[in-house]
Nanobody, 128 residues
Framework: QVQLVESGGGSVQAGGSLRLSCVAS?????????VGWFRQAPGKEREGVAF?????????YGDSVRGRFTISQDNNVANTVYLEMSSLKPEDTAMYYC???????????????????WGQGTQVTVSS
């Protein structure tokens, strides 16, 4: 089992930046994982945002955030993944969830069913 804890959400004005953190604990030593972020706004489906393969740092991004968000692993703190969000827009407002799964390849998927470990979520609110 892997436990995920998110932090770093909050409220920011449009054009601002936030950094989310996801710390994994538990059985994380067995192989490489895909770790990333989904988000869900009220009345909308959960959307894949950004993902990283822990083996070599290969990343994948959703179309709506590519070029504005950056996902990365912490080279100094094990089992920690960050989501740097810049040029935030009101439409980025959502609950952001960290998710993880044992990796099948270095190409991480972006669908919910591909991930079996989930955090509780952290709220991001962007005002205009």
């Amino acid at each position: 089992q892997v436990q995920l804890v998110e932090s770093g959400g909050g409220s920011v004005q449009a054009g601002g930046s936030l950094r989310l953190s996801c710390v994994a604990s538990g059985n994380t030593r067995s192989g490489h994982y895909c770790v990333g972020w989904f988000r869900q706004a009220p009345g909308k489906e959960r959307e894949g945002v950004a993902f990283v393969y822990t083996g070599d740092g290969n990343t994948a991004y959703g179309d709506s955030v590519r070029g504005r968000f950056t996902i990365s692993q912490d080279n100094n703190v094990a089992n920690t993944v960050y989501l740097e969000m810049s040029s935030l827009k009101p439409e980025d407002t959502a609950m952001y969830y960290c998710a993880a799964a044992r990796a099948r390849s270095r190409w991480c998927g972006m669908y919910q069913y591909e991930y079996n470990f989930w955090g509780q979520g952290t709220q991001v609110t962007v005002s205009s």
